[in-house]
């Protein structure tokens, strides 16, 4: 993803973001690790009189599938398919009480990708108004790191505005984070999913305050997290601890292709950020194409993945979330000529045909599995705002690519 650059800070703003004072937290309702390792749903029940919105539904009923939209990687047609997506999903999320969550903030990264990509407002204006609302403040939850999804996008926001209101609350809530002393039983980011969540936020207030510490952080809980969750013989990541043990019907360990593409998401927009000499970012390239090139291998003939990376056989249904996650990862690689072209191009191509495939007439995206720590079940018209925040990231990302042609 093309995150916007800023190379020179005023002496003000610059000033003005140091002298926020750490904020004090008590460590116990910001703990870095959980009781358990059951599914992160991260779902609450709604503060006050307000209903708990809803990131999405499985319609039994979805209607018919889109007819007039074209799948050929040229910006026009990546152009139309997003903007219909993402005009679905806007009036939904408009229609609720605006959310903080993982799932939603996933969702505004994809708005602010698409407000960019297609040049309209709306989508980032939708996002300016639920940072608004909170103040621009995050939320305080047992799974900390996906407090700073959300994050990414108030710091996109900011980039534009340059509003100091708009990232110091934030800046705060990393900090505490930062200050928590290590648990060298369980990492900070001891599932894959927060490795999508927290390192770009972190890597993004780093390179907007100049502040190394942020990245320091990042380079010490990320290399916990691979320690424990990388397999270096498949090129995967489990979910969590727990399913380092666990196999599919086939024998197969469980590599859950959602989890993957969390990582590979993160891993981009890490590197996106990353200062070319950090000490960890020729790792972090190695680990994009190790894990690329396992991907690559085991994308199935309709261009997308299944739940299960092992045992496709066992999921009928493609995974959409977890493809477009990839697609994301890859077509940002090849873009930064961490890929080859020659290799990848055809994969994110093949990709993105198959994700229009399961685009609606009235633009609901489809073979979304819905929250969740691992393969399972789901509807063709299974449709979560994730989901669409993720394809609207390889939108995007893809529309980026065909633009620059380097190839």
Request: aromatic share 10%.
């Amino acid at each position: 993803m093309r995150w916007v650059r800023r190379t020179l800070w005023t002496a003000g703003l610059a000033v003005g973001l140091m002298a926020v004072p750490m904020g004090r937290l008590d460590s116990a309702c910001f703990a870095q690790q959980a009781t358990s390792s059951k599914p992160v749903t991260n779902s609450k029940p709604a503060t006050s009189s307000e209903p708990a919105p809803s990131p999405g539904d499985q319609a039994a009923d979805p209607g018919p599938l889109a007819v007039d939209l074209s799948p050929a990687l040229h910006s026009k047609q990546i152009r139309v398919a997003m903007r219909r997506v993402a005009d679905w999903e806007l009036p939904r999320v408009e229609s609720q009480p605006p959310s903080r969550d993982w799932d939603f903030g996933t969702l505004d990264i994809g708005f602010m990708a698409a407000s960019r990509t297609l040049g309209d407002g709306r989508y980032s204006r939708y996002v300016a108004s639920v940072g608004d609302h909170f103040a621009w403040k995050l939320e305080r939850t047992m799974y900390p790191a996906h407090d700073f999804a959300i994050a990414q996008a108030f710091m996109e926001v900011y980039s534009s505005s340059h509003k100091e209101e708009q990232i110091a609350p934030l800046r705060r809530q990393y900090d505490d984070a930062v200050a928590l002393p290590d648990d060298p039983e369980k990492p900070a980011w001891w599932w894959s999913d927060a490795l999508f969540m927290a390192p770009p936020a972190g890597a993004e207030l780093s390179a907007i305050t100049g502040d190394p510490t942020y990245n320091g952080y990042i380079d010490r809980e990320w290399s916990a997290a691979e320690k424990v969750l990388y397999d270096r013989q498949k090129h995967l990541f489990s979910r969590d601890a727990s399913y380092l043990g666990k196999h599919e019907k086939n024998g197969e360990k469980v590599f859950w292709s959602r989890g993957n593409g969390w990582v590979m998401g993160g891993l981009v927009r890490v590197l996106a950020r990353l200062p070319s000499d950090d000490p960890l970012r020729p790792h972090y390239i190695a680990l994009l194409r190790e894990m690329a090139a396992e991907v690559a291998s085991l994308q199935g003939s309709d261009g997308l993945w299944r739940p299960g990376l092992l045992d496709a056989a066992s999921y009928p249904l493609p995974e959409v979330s977890g493809s477009a996650l990839f697609t994301y990862a890859l077509a940002w690689g090849i873009d930064h000529r961490m890929l080859d072209a020659e290799t990848y191009l055809p994969v994110v191509e093949k990709a993105w045909v198959g994700m229009v495939a399961h685009i609606y007439q009235d633009g609901r995206l489809g073979c979304i599995q819905p929250e969740g720590e691992a393969p399972a079940a789901y509807q063709p018209g299974s449709s979560y705002n994730f989901g669409v925040g993720a394809f609207l990231l390889a939108g995007s990302e893809l529309d980026t690519l065909q633009e620059h042609k380097h190839w």
